[in-house]
Every structure is written in C-alpha cells, then in structure tokens.
C-alpha cells in the first residue's frame, strides 16, 4: 500500500487561458499568468494498493460520479505508468473554500493530487515537473504549484509547463476581492467553451494575436510594481477572453445581470479615486484586484451594493505543500 497526502492552493489567470492546441496533452494556445492565492485550496490524500479492484474518488466525503472518475482515473492511469505501478487507487479530496459558493477549483484539485500521487509513489518529480503532470490533469492546475505570480508556457509535451515570475514579493502587497455571485446561470464548463471558442469564434484570431502583448504590459508591471498597468492590464485581457465568447457558435457568455452589476461598482470605484479592476473567468462570479492599502476602502464601498456573505477577500499564496497522511 502506497499514500501520500498535498494541498494546493487556487489560482486567478490575470492573462487567461483560453483555448488549446492540444486537447489531449491540454497543451494551451497562448502563454497565461496567474496570481496563487491563500483563500482557497485543496487538499488530496491518495492510497494506491493491491487490494482495490477500481478507482474511487470522494469529493468532500461524498464518492463522485463515474465521469468524475473517470477523468481522475485517466490522470491515476499517467502516474500509474510513471511509476510503474498496477494498483488501482483511492483518492480523497477536500476543498476548503470559506462558503459554499461554488467555487471548488480544478486548479487546486489537480495539482494537490499530483503532489499527492508524487509522495505515495516516491516519484521524486522536481517543481517543473509537477507541474506538467498537473497540466495533464488540468491546465490551469500546472500554475498552482507555484505561489504568487505564475507564468504557463505554450510548448509541447516536455516543455509546457509553468514557472515563478520574479516579483520581489510585490504580489504580498496586493488583494483579490471575490464578489460571489450565486445564480447559477452558467452551463458551458470551460472545457466544452474553449473548444467552441477556438473552432467557431470569429474574434478567436483577435485573442491570439493581442494575448502576447497583454503578457508583456503584465510582466512590465510586476518588474516597474505598477498597479495601474497590472490591473488595466488585467481587465483589459478579461474582457478579450469573454467577448470571444459571444462571437462563437453558438454564442455564449458567462457573465449573468449580477456580475455586470459588479463590473459597474468596479468602475464606479475607480472613479472615485479608488484603485481596483475586475477580472473574471468561466463563471459569473467577479474578482477584483486592489492594493492590500486600498483593501478595507473598497470593501466598505462594495458592502454597499453586496452583502456581507458575498465578499470574500483572498492575498498571494504558496505553491503545492506536502502534509503527512
Ligand atoms: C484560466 N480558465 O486561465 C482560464 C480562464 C477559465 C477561464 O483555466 O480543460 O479547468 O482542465 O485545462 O484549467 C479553467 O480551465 O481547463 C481555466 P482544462 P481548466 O484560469
């Protein structure tokens, strides 16, 4: 028998990732940069042992679906011809998010479970690594072994993977407010949305062309600690990603009446002299970006408009940490 045990925290795309070239390998069309953070995270326990006759994964103590599973398994199947191991598995996981808002994270979820699979198989995986192990299971979870600012490179196999962005630990000085919006409009998972936006939006070509120079203005913030930059930046590349997705076929938008309502107090605020921008990812709930000085005046201002529960405030995190079983 053979257990190991990690958690990783979530992460925020401030360039996102949006489309692939590489369905299978989940190879992303274009570079994207993250912000690690400490409000939400995941934590996996995995047992491989000769004993079990299937994979099993539970999700908050509950055993999930077969189609869970199943795209659990298929990642269990890489480790499993990695390490040379024929045992089917158990995995636990725990998502620790502050209410119930939907917001458990593939991100987390499947980079805690390739540190934990790293552990129980003492495979030894540098960071670099993990991290294209964790691409496999889910993009965006290849960025959340590291902490704080993350770039995820475009490449094949081998090369696509993601890496820390020095910062001087500038990304300690800043804030992510969750404004969570529950009205569960959304029904395109980012996976079924990326495919349709990359084979039938007209604006695709746009995204493609105009995401390298986001990338650059988002790499000269971090290295000037520009905030005006990093966060028009930020919303800039944002809004890029979700009109791509009303020019698909057919059209489709994750944005529901409560997250442009949001958008508006964002940029209300900055009118009035407080600096914040929003981002947004394959959901209708809004994230904005504020200096952690700024942090207390913004959400005064936005428990005007939202309650309490609502508000979620999240700093910079560290990348995948081992725990003992
Ligand atoms: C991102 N998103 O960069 C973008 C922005 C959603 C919008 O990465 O298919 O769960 O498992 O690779 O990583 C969500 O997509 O997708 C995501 P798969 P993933 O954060």
Redesign the pocket.
């Known amino acids: 028998m053979y257990k190991g045990k990690a958690r990783a925290y979530t992460?925020?795309?401030l360039?996102?990732?949006?489309g692939?070239e590489n369905e299978t390998l989940?190879l992303?069309m274009n570079n994207?940069l993250?912000l690690t953070l400490d409000a939400f995270y995941t934590e996996t326990s995995v047992t491989f042992s000769e004993e079990y006759t299937q994979d099993r994964f539970f999700l908050d103590d509950k055993q999930q679906s077969e189609a869970a599973t199943k795209k659990i398994s298929a990642f269990l199947d890489l480790v499993r011809a990695k390490a040379n191991c024929p045992f089917f598995a158990q995995v636990n996981s725990r998502n620790f998010v502050p209410t119930a808002a939907g917001l458990a994270?593939?991100?987390s979820g499947?980079a805690a479970l390739a540190g934990a699979c790293n552990a129980a198989l003492d495979l030894q995986l540098s960071q670099t690594e993990l991290s294209r192990l964790a691409?496999r299971?889910?993009?965006?979870?290849c960025?959340s072994i590291f902490g704080g600012f993350v770039e995820w490179h475009t490449g094949d196999d081998d090369t696509s993977y993601a890496t820390p962005i020095a910062s001087e630990g500038w990304e300690k000085e800043l804030s992510m407010l969750f404004i969570l919006i529950n009205d569960k409009a959304k029904d395109v998972?980012?996976?079924d949305?990326?495919r349709r936006t990359v084979e039938t939006s007209s604006y695709y070509s746009g995204w493609l062309e105009s995401t390298p120079h986001d990338l650059k203005k988002l790499k000269q913030a971090i290295r000037e600690k520009d905030f005006q930059l990093l966060g028009e930046t930020t919303e800039a590349n944002a809004l890029k990603?979700h009109a791509t997705t009303m020019a698909a076929t057919p059209p489709f938008t994750y944005w529901s009446p409560e997250s442009l309502r949001a958008m508006d107090c964002v940029r209300s605020l900055r009118q009035k002299g407080l600096a914040c921008y929003f981002t947004m990812?394959?959901g209708p709930n809004v994230k904005v970006l504020c200096q952690r000085k700024d942090e207390e005046a913004i959400l005064t201002q936005l428990k005007k408009d939202f309650h309490p529960e609502q508000l979620i405030v999240a700093h910079a995190g560290q990348g995948l940490v081992d725990l003992p079983m």
Do not use: E, F, T, V
């Not at 360039?15 to 949006?18: F, L, P, S």
């Not at 299971?137 to 979870?141: D, E, F, L, M």
């Open positions: 992460n925020i795309a360039i996102k990732y949006w692939k989940i992303p994207s993250s994270s593939s991100a499947l691409r299971g889910s993009g965006s979870a960025r998972s980012s996976r949305g990326m990603m990812d394959a």
